[in-house]
């Protein structure tokens, strides 16, 4: 089910539906701008929050710039949904919408999968880097990058796909404090390589993969969010298996339980004053105390 939004003010959760102004009550995304307003990503468009009411963005159209792709600091970045093939990016007064070029890979999903509910182009995850170069992380075409001026792709079938088969996509990036990225899994890290040529077609990203971490089991973990806490640690969370925390060196459980039962986990979250929280499927936020995640109750 799809609740909308709600908002703590310190004393009350506030709750915000469609009938407040929301395009959907499907909530994909929450980000803040400079000046404080609220952005919701929905799975009908984005809406903005500026302190009093919630309001939609439209799309810039009929312009011939609103459609090629910039890089400008103070932008917001935005999935465009599952079944587009690209992204939106807004410069603090209209939305664009922007195509990524066509993926090397497009025709044989198509082919495999030619009743496909979704585009393989779908967003599942945006990362901005240490140099303020955006990643997006799609459904099955592996990873866009953009640093301003080229767009490159990443595509491996074992960071795409679970070892059974199953469809995972690109769910999370993270840059550690010693420039390897780390995606959906912790079996490799990546240094990613200057780029030879500029071009307005997509290149493949030149990159150097090393082994990773590996966890005392067996399994590869596959990570749905990481984030960096202010030491620089990685925390990686997994659905169903709790949170890992990378600290450079090896890999550290913190289950997330209810008792006997491990709690379905979809994203964590470090706050302006470096606490991690966590988003759960129907089991509420959960809050670190520095030794184990415990449920947030607002007092």
């Known amino acids: ?13 506030i709750h915000f539906t469609k009938e407040d102004g929301l395009l959907s009550n499907g909530i994909r995304g929450i980000q803040e701008d400079a000046m404080g307003n609220i952005f919701f990503e929905t799975a009908s468009g ?6 009093e009411s919630i309001k939609s963005l439209k799309i810039k159209g009929n312009d011939p710039s609103s459609g090629i792709w910039q890089l400008k600091p103070n932008d917001l970045w935005f999935s465009a949904g599952y079944g587009k093939n690209g992204a939106y990016r807004y410069d603090g007064k209209r939305l664009h ?17 030619p009743n496909a509910s979704h585009s393989p182009y779908g967003i599942y995850s945006i990362y901005k880097d240490q140099k303020g170069h955006l990643w997006f992380g799609t459904s099955d075409l592996g990873i866009f990058r953009f640093d301003g001026e080229t767009i ?5 079938k074992q960071l795409t796909e679970t070892p059974n088969g199953g469809a995972f996509g690109i769910r ?35 990159y150097e993969r090393q082994v990773g971490l590996k966890s005392k089991e067996s399994e590869t973990q596959y990570f749905l969010s990481i984030v960096a806490d202010d030491n620089e640690n990685l925390w990686m969370l997994t659905y169903d298996n709790g949170i890992w925390k990378n600290d450079g060196n090896e890999l ?44 947030f ?3």
């Open 252 to 295: 550290i459980h913190y289950p997330v339980m209810d008792g006997n039962k491990a709690l379905k986990l979809l994203s964590i979250y470090k706050d302006n004053q470096g606490v991690l929280w966590l988003g759960t499927q129907n089991s509420g936020v959960y809050r670190f105390n520095g030794k184990s995640f415990e449920k």
């Open 97 to 113: 919408y922007l195509e990524f070029p066509k993926s090397p890979r497009e025709d044989s999903f198509t082919s495999k999968y």
């Open 1 to 13: 089910r799809e609740y909308g939004v709600f908002r703590y003010d310190g004393q009350e959760l």
């Open 152 to 156: 490159s792709y990443l595509y491996e």
């Open 172 to 206: 999370a990036i993270a840059e550690d404090k010693d420039g390897f990225f780390w995606i959906c899994n912790s079996n490799y890290k990546y240094r990613i390589l200057q780029e030879r040529i500029l071009s307005n077609d997509l290149v493949k990203m030149r």
């Open 46 to 51: 984005i809406n903005v929050f500026d302190g």
């Open 297 to 299: 109750v607002p007092e």
